[in-house]
């Protein structure tokens, strides 16, 4: 019988063939996909971060961790994004310009298309213009800006800036996310919402909308 903590210690090993492995026997044990994200996927990488930090884990480890990682999500993505359930709104996303973070991001947009959102993905290390270009382009409701790094949090700033400068799409929903961001510090930069977390994230894309 799997369980969580094989999940996630396949994740923190970087061991991708045994990670959907264990995915899958998760699943047929009729174990929800979300709880798999949450107490499996995500459990292992929180783990990886703080390895990271303490200098315990090295890049190429915390590369091949993400591996690891984005293998068993190709697994749950389909049975999160439910394609039968009306979207609940549009919602593009991106990390900002000079940030190459993702893994968060995904999981955040993993969680809100299982939620039965639409949502837009613009990738990493997205320019200032590209997210307006886009929020315009697509008709988002909401944008949603991540960043993992100290020096690029001021960029989201920037984002919001060039938003709120635009009549046409100046009421856009926004909501902000990262490891270093704080409420406080998304009040200051004039940002609609702030998510700790991917769960949390969904819970404050149904606010906003
Ligand atoms: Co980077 N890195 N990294 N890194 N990396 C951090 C962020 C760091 C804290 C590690 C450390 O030193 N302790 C540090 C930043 C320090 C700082 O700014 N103060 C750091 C650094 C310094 C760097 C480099 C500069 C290292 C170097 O080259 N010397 C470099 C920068 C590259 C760049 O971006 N320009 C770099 C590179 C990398 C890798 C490429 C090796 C890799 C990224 C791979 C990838 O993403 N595809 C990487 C990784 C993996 C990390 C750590 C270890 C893990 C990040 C992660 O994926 N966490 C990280 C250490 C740590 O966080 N403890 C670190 C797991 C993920 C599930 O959590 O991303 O926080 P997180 O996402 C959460 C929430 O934050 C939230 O929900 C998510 C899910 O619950 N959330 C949102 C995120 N976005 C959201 C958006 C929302 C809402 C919620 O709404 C829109």
């Known amino acids: 019988m799997a369980k969580y903590q094989d999940l ?5 090993k970087g061991d991708n063939i045994a990670s959907k492995e264990i995915t899958q026997k998760l699943l047929e044990q009729g174990i929800n996909p979300v709880e798999v994200l949450n107490e499996g996927l995500i459990a292992g990488m929180d783990v990886v971060g703080k390895r990271f930090k303490a200098n315990e884990m090295y890049i190429p480890e915390v590369l091949i961790a993400a591996r690891a990682m984005h293998a068993a999500m190709d697994i749950l993505k389909p049975l999160l994004a439910k394609s039968d359930i009306p979207s609940r709104g549009t919602i593009l ?7 190459l973070h993702d893994i968060g991001k995904n999981l955040v947009i993993m969680m809100l298309e299982g939620a039965g959102f639409t949502v837009i993905d613009l990738g990493i290390d997205v320019p200032t ?11 988002a409701q909401v944008l949603g800006l991540s960043a993992l790094l100290t020096t690029t949090m001021p960029v989201m700033k920037d984002v919001i800036e060039a938003v709120r400068a635009d009549d046409e799409i100046k009421n856009t929903r926004i909501m902000v996310g990262g490891a270093p961001l704080t409420q406080d510090y998304a009040d200051s930069i004039g940002a609609d919402g702030y998510a ?11 606010e906003l909308l």
Not at 8 to 12: E, G, L, V
Not at 129 to 139: A, G, R, T
């Open 8 to 12: 996630a210690d396949a994740i923190i």
């Open 93 to 99: 996303i991106g990390t900002v310009e000079g940030d």
């Open 129 to 139: 213009e590209k997210f307006v270009e886009e929020v315009k382009k697509n008709k």
């Open 196 to 206: 700790p977390d991917a769960s949390s994230a969904v819970d404050l894309a149904k």
